[in-house]
Structures are given as C-alpha cells and as structure tokens.
C-alpha cells in the first residue's frame, strides 16, 4: 500500500466526553461582498464583472444532440478573471513559435501549469495532489489524489459557466480562426479578433479546456454552477470554444465536447486552454441525476488502485455522509468509482455490509449516545430498496455475521450509550438476529451487556468500548485496559480474537507506545487476553475516529481520518502490520465507514502470473478508446475458440457491424475508437491468427484516411500505456498454453461503463439514430498526398496482412464503411478530408489484393439514409442492421 504524506500541522484534540469529534466551518456572512476584481491587476488577465448577473448554459433545440440538453440558467455571486488570450508555447515553454497557442495538452497539463503560475506569483493553489503519472511524451495522464478547491484565491480554469458568459460578450465564430479561414493549422493568438472585453480567440483557433466534469444539465435554475460531482464512469470532460477544424457555422456556445468523448487525458493538435483566477464561493456541483451538492465526497482510491493494493476490486464502501445524514456508498466491484447517495428521511449510523454484499444493515442510533434507535437493512443499491425494519423494542449498532450452520445473522444491542455505570450496561443486553431473503427472523438472547464491538465465532470473546473497554471473555465480565477511557472497539471479524480501539492518551497507552501523543492520535491492538501488542499511529496532522477491522481480511482496518478543525475528512484503509495507509475518499464529514470485500481464490489463478499486468488492458491513464479494446480482449478470450469471423478497424465498425445482425457465422467485433491500421496488423498477427483455430473470415475496416496513419498517433500510446499488451507480448502471447486463470483476471480487470457522449453500452455497442449532419471536414486536403512515406508503408502493412492471413487459410474482407452522403458534393472523401481522387485511386489499388471486397460509402453515393446515421461518420442501429446483413450475405456467399 502507498504511504501518504502530511497535509496539516499536528493537533491536540480535546473532546474528552465523547468518541466522535465536533466540527465547524466558516460561512461568509450575510450581505458581504468581495470582488477579487478590487485589488488584482494581472498580466494578460482580464476583469470579468459577473456579480448578480446570469448566463444560459445548454440548449432546449430538437436539433441538438442530447450532450448539450437542457438548457439550464446559471447565476454569479462572485466576479473573475479570465485569460487574454489562450495559454501560448513561450508561456509552457514548448518548443513551437512563441505566440502560437500551447496544444496536444492534456487537463492535467493545464492544471499543473495553473498552479505553476500560482505560486510564481504568491497565490495558494487550486489544485492538489499527492502523485503524478506522465506518458512518454511527456504529458501529464494521471494524478493521485487530486482534488479542486473552488474557495481558494489561485489561478485554475475557468469553469464551463465562466467561460460562456465571457465568451457570450463577444461571440463572433465567423471572425475567429475557422476551417474557412485557418489552413486547419492554429495561428498567433490575438491574431484574428478581439472583443469588446478585450478577450481573444474564445470561438476557433483551438478548443479550450474548461475546470468542469460532464454532467447533464438539469432544467432551471442554479446559482455557482462548477459542473459534475464526478465525470461519470469514464471521468468525461467538458471543451468549449471549438477550433480551427470547425466551420463557424458549426461553432456553437453550447457545445459541450468534441467528435469523441473527451476525457482528462485527451490530447490533439486542436486543444488548449486559457486560465481563470479567483475564489467561488458557496459553489455547487450537480450530480449524475440532477441532485445539487454544494459539498462533495471525492473519490481517492479507483478500481484499480483496489485490486493492486488488496488483490480484488471486488469491494464495496458504506459509509455515513454527515452533511446529509444519509448512507453513501461506492461500488468498486462494479468498476464505477462514484459515490452513490441513498436520499432518505431515516437517520444513518454505523452501516455494516452484508456477508454477500448486497445488503446493508444500520441503525438510527449513535455510539455512546443512550436513547431509542431501530436497526433497518436495505439493498445496497442506488435506490436502497427492500427497505425492512427489525421489529423490536430498540436496537443498535449491527453486524453481520455468518454462523457455523450457514445461516447469516446481526448481531445488534438494546442500547450504546454511555458504558462507565456497570449497573446500567448490564441492564442492556446482545442479541442476533437471522436474515434471510429480506425478511428478519426471529431474534435470541445472546448475552447480558452491550458488546457492540463484536462478539466472536464461537461466541467466547465479546467487547465494547464507550467509555471503558469491557469484555466478555469465557462467560466472565471484565475490564481491559486497566479501567481507562476507551471507544471505537472493533473485534477482529476474520476469526481471530484481536480487539483494536482508540484511546484518549491515557497512561496506560502512554507507557506501550513510548510517548506522549493526543487523543485518538493512535490505534492499540490487544491479543484475546486483554495484552497490548500493536500500535498504530495516525497520520501526521491527522487523528482516528471510526475504527474497525475489516471482514474477511486478516490485517485490514478502515477507519476515518480527523482534521485539526475536527471535520471527519477522509476515509482510509490502513495495514494494521505494516501501517501502510491508503486514501480511499474525502469530504467534509465522513462517518462509519464499513468496508465489504470479496478476494479471489487464489486457487483459481497461477501463482506466477503479475496481476498488476495479467489481463490489464486498460487503466484509468489511458484514453477511452483502449476501454473499449479492454472490453473486445475480454471476449477475444472468452469466444476465441469458436469465432469463426472477426472484424477489426475504427469507430466507424465498431458500431457499423453488430454480431447480433449476422447469422451465418460467429462474429466478434475487435472495432474500438481510433484504431487504426497499425492496431489492426498488431492484434491480427499476435492475437486473432494465432489464437482462432475456426477463424474463415478476417474483416478489415479499409477507410482510405488510414492509408495517412501514422504509428504513433494512436497504436503507439495505447500499446506504450496497455500493462496487459506487454505483458501478453513478453511471453509470446500465450501462444503454446493460457494460465490457470488468465481469463479470470481479463475479466476482473478495471472497465467501467460507457460515458454520456456515445450513449451506447458494452453489451451490444450500438448508437441512436440522430442523422449525418453537416458534412464537416476536419483537415485541408492538400496535406493528403498519396507521395507521403506513411502511404507506402501504410500499403505494405496491409499486404502483409492479407498474405499472412490466406498463409492460413482465412478469406479477408476489406469494408468500406459509409460516411455523410454530404462528401459526394464537395472535393473530399470524408470527415479527415483527403481528395476524392486519391482516396478512389486507393480504393482501386485495394481491389487488386485478392480480397473480397465491400464498399458501402460508394464515394458518398449509397442508400443509407439520414435515420441510419449517429452522425457524419458513424452509423446508428438501423444503419448497422443494414451493413450487417449485407456482410452476412457475403459471408453466405463465400462460403458456398
């Protein structure tokens, strides 16, 4: 596990009556105004008067796709500043002409260059992290931990709402550098038009970074609007601005993306940014389904860092969000890392989650807190339902427990409060409780006393802790600890009898650890004897609250992290052997954490394979197109003995071909986003030929813009950042024998679900039916010359392909698929532009490599009408059936 690093200075806690810590925050008073535009005067930034004013983010036309749907009025109570101009190659320090803007940056090369200027400038930062994770050109794809501090006066990018309101001032796209205007190259900042503000370049030249996740919109109104809690399962980001690819009629202030799905690693030659400055107060985030969170919970830990740190990311984390007094949770073993909020009128304290997983029990009780409390159990679902409530009397801290027979049970106590008067704890009692199928069974007594801290498997050993630590060990009530102040006792819940629990630095604890510390600064361990034998310390400027071990792992606790202001900021999992510690979640006020994990079998898995590399095609760093290769390797391994065609190529097969649509053979679509014709030789030659002993038909994507591919514009970085690509290929790609358990771990590794901008899902990748659209050209055709170097070898690595796959037998088709019919009635092929001439000189030359052949474009002149399109270069469901079907009958064909 990773050791994460001091973020505030030591302090002394001092609540000595009770076991949670209070908390305070400050709010700006009524009717107080500060402008950061009074006192600033900062270079190449201009002053954007915003207070009390508004601006309409979104669209409400039918014309529009869904991306940008609502429209929603977003107010200001605060003013900025925005950037002159676009961020330029003298300000990074890039190796372009001075006052170009800086491009193929990612989000988090703009972030860090903020904070650069920062603190060059004495400001605070608005972004803060613990690690980062650079590719091998240099660019920025990962940073741990990070975390945007809206409240903090510092350089940052604007948000989506900023930048339109600025832009709104002066939009004019058919002043700006556009496709019309521009060569489809960038130009000297400022170089077009200027506004009335004195802002530059805000439509065309490049497409700019914004602060936001993608989030849809909700209609109505807000107010410091700052965009997503999360940018969903993908982690989407949201451009504006478009660039020198677009047409001005294409420039649209409510855009919210570009052609593919934008992501925090996304880079191109078309992409900047400029920076804003300045505090937002009260902001507020919009989740997923429209809710307003003017605090979020951040996400530390993802699916993989679960899987390299506890060996599954089959986990799950209950906790209580204090700010709304409702459960939240994250599910890891779905690979979506974002917080889900279970909105409900019923108090949550100490949730505990289901040996299974699916369910959560908790109370409306507090530890150390006398008084009525219910236990519930509901689904762990994002609609919490099967809601059922324990039908007693009063009912507290629960946990679950499976019993040697098999039954699952709760184990829960008539009341937590205060356990310093003997007499009165006695007069509580333990009980369990069988759960079964929804419904609760019929409780037993087990024990006289409140052991809410646990009670052991073969119910020998009992402990609680709120006030004293008192134990039940062998029918015998007694006092551990020497009768000192104690709480947050957790038995431990993987058969073992270890007892953690905090303390409030008293002697006894003073003279095992050696020194002095503060209260809840550190853990102790004592053995099933009442014996001190570990400690672990917090930390440093942090103390514990909320200890318990974890089910089902030897050395595992999770416990929350209390700040100097005593505000319960983050939730970690620590080693109670080795005290590694591992951020898993951040926000205002976090509590009761419970943590459910399911580990793999180890049985089940070769011992020598690397399970950071085994199977992990994909990882959060890389671009969202290698999540949709990760997903095709999955079932590349699953179906590879019985696939008797696969198709490889772009975007435009992925969705253009469907297996559910061809009946005569056993379809597997390799399609993903930006592959190419480098991608289709490696996974031909590696993967398909030497693994498909069925194989009859290789299908090959021949888009005529593949034959201006170079490798390292897309094959390169995905193959550099795939763990799992190298891995496979260090060892021959598995050619003579797959492990025990590869496919396992292909199928375990990290995938999350598809995002907002393609709404397509992973089961059958298919899209919506939205039209062509303007036949927008991304390129100037002049560069598209068929004398370049990539053509000539682009042509061999295709002929190499299709000797290699008829050396064994395999018939290959090469697929023409359609693009907008709008290109039959200009000078180019399709979206990136290369001359019709070259591209239909291409097409012959491919005729002539004894394949079959199937050109659906027709140089523009084909029958898939607009119902049939998602847009200018992919087909939607009705076009795919159609595209389909025709290779099916082609394959019919072939075959007779």
Not at 837 to 855: G, H, I, K, N, P
Not at 871 to 884: C, F, K, P
Request: with cysteine.
């Amino acid at each position: 596990m990773k050791i994460f690093g001091a973020l505030v200075l030591f302090f002394l806690l001092a609540n000595l009556n009770g076991c949670s810590n209070s908390t305070g925050a400050y709010e700006k008073k009524e009717g107080e105004r500060i402008s950061v535009l009074d006192s600033l005067d900062l270079k190449d930034m201009i002053p954007v008067p915003s207070f009390g004013k508004n601006v309409t983010l979104g669209t409400n036309s039918a014309k529009t796709s869904s991306h940008a749907k609502p429209s929603m009025k977003v107010s200001f109570d605060y003013d900025y500043f925005i950037g002159k101009h676009e961020v330029t190659c003298a300000e990074m320090g890039f190796s372009c002409e001075d006052s170009l803007p800086a491009v193929n940056v990612t989000y988090f090369d703009a972030i860090l260059y903020a904070n650069k200027r920062s603190v060059a400038e004495g400001f605070d930062t608005a972004y803060t992290y613990i690690g980062l994770t650079y590719d091998e050109e240099g660019s920025c794809v990962g940073m741990d931990n990070l975390l945007f501090l809206p409240g903090v006066r510092a350089y940052r990018l604007p948000t989506e709402a900023e930048w339109v309101y600025a832009a709104n001032l002066g939009w004019a796209p058919d002043s700006g550098w556009n496709a019309e205007n521009s060569d489809y190259r960038t130009h000297r900042v400022c170089s077009a038009y200027v506004d009335s503000l004195g802002i530059c370049d805000m439509a065309g030249n490049v497409a700019e970074w914004v602060n936001d996740w993608y989030v849809p919109f909700r209609s109505g109104s807000v107010a410091n609007y700052i965009g997503g809690v999360d940018g969903g399962p993908q982690g989407e980001r949201v451009l504006k601005g478009s660039s020198f690819r677009n047409s001005a009629s294409e420039m649209r202030l409510y855009s919210r993306g570009d052609i593919y799905m934008v992501t925090s690693v996304s880079k191109s030659d078309y992409l900047g940014f400029r920076l804003a400055f300045g505090a937002i107060a009260n902001p507020l985030w919009l989740s997923g389904d429209g809710e307003q969170k003017n605090s979020i919970v951040s996400v530390l830990a993802n699916s993989m860092d679960m899987r390299r740190e506890l060996n599954t990311n089959k986990v799950k984390v209950a906790f209580r969000d204090d700010e709304t007094g409702n459960l939240s949770f994250v599910d890891y073993s779905d690979d979506i890392s974002s917080v889900v909020e279970i909105d409900d009128t019923i108090d949550v304290y100490h949730p505990d989650i289901s040996p299974d997983g699916n369910w959560v029990a908790f109370c409306t009780g507090l530890e150390g807190v006398s008084g009525k409390s219910s236990v519930y159990v509901r689904m762990l679902d994002s609609a919490g339902s099967g809601l059922v409530r324990l039908d007693v009397e009063n009912a507290a801290i629960p946990r679950w427990r499976v019993l040697a027979n098999g039954d699952t049970v709760i184990v829960y106590v008539t009341d937590a409060g205060n356990n310093r008067d003997e007499s009165a704890f006695m007069r509580a009692s333990t009980w369990q409780v069988r759960f079964s199928g929804g419904k609760f069974g019929s409780p037993t007594k087990l024990l006289d006393g409140a052991y809410h801290g646990g009670v052991s498997r073969d119910n020998s050993l009992a402990v609680t802790g709120a006030r004293l630590l008192r134990t039940h060990v062998s029918g015998v009530d007694s006092l551990w600890y020497n009768g000192e102040q104690a709480c947050n006792v957790s038995l431990h819940r993987n058969g073992g009898k270890s007892t953690l629990f905090l303390d409030f630095a008293g002697s006894t604890g003073r003279a095992f650890v050696g020194e002095d510390y503060a209260i809840h600064e550190v853990l102790l361990f004592a053995d099933s004897t009442g014996v001190l034998v570990r400690s672990q310390k917090a930390p440093a400027g942090y103390t514990f609250d909320h200890t318990e071990w974890v089910v089902d792992a030897d050395s595992l606790v999770v416990a929350t992290l209390v700040d100097a202001e005593g505000a319960h900021r983050r939730i970690v999992l620590l080693n109670a052997f080795t005290g590694d510690v591992l951020d898993i979640l951040q926000g205002e006020e976090l509590w009761h954490p419970a943590v459910w994990m399911n580990e793999r079998d180890h049985s089940l898995v070769d011992p020598d394979l690397d399970l950071d590399s085994a199977g992990v095609y994909y990882t959060p760093e890389m671009g969202y197109y290698a999540l949709e290769l990760r997903v095709k390797m999955e079932r590349f391994w699953k179906l590879r003995d019985s696939v008797t065609a696969v198709v490889l190529g772009s975007s435009r097969v992925m969705f253009g071909v469907n297996e559910s649509f061809v009946e005569s053979e056993t379809l597997l679509n390799m399609g993903y986003s930006s592959g190419d014709i480098y991608g289709m030789e490696y996974l031909t030659m590696n993967y398909v030929l030497r693994h498909m002993p069925q194989l009859k038909f290789l299908v090959l994507e021949f888009s005529p813009d593949f034959m201006w591919v170079t490798e390292e514009v897309s094959w390169a970085p995905m193959y550099v950042m795939s763990p799992g690509i190298r891995y496979d290929e260090s060892h021959d790609f598995w050619v003579d024998s797959v492990p025990k358990g590869f496919v396992l771990l292909v199928e375990d590794s990290y995938k999350t679900r598809p995002g907002q901008m393609l709404p397509y899902s992973f089961d059958e990748f298919m899209l919506p039916a939205v039209g062509w659209g303007e036949a927008s050209i991304a390129h100037d055709s002049v560069y598209f010359t068929l004398d370049l170097p990539s053509v000539k070898k682009n042509r061999i690595i295709l002929q190499n392909i299709v000797n290699a796959a008829r050396e064994r037998g395999v018939q290959v088709v090469l697929l023409v698929p359609p693009q907008n019919p709008g290109y039959a009635e200009t000078g180019v092929f399709g979206i990136y532009s290369m001359r019709r001439s070259a591209a239909q000189e291409l097409l012959e030359w491919a005729r002539t490599l004894d394949v079959l052949f199937l050109d659906e474009n027709k140089m523009g002149y084909h029958d898939y009408d607009s119902s049939m399109a998602f847009n200018t270069d992919h087909l939607s469901r009705e076009g795919a059936r159609q595209l389909s079907t025709r290779l099916d009958s082609l394959f019919r064909a072939a075959r007779k």
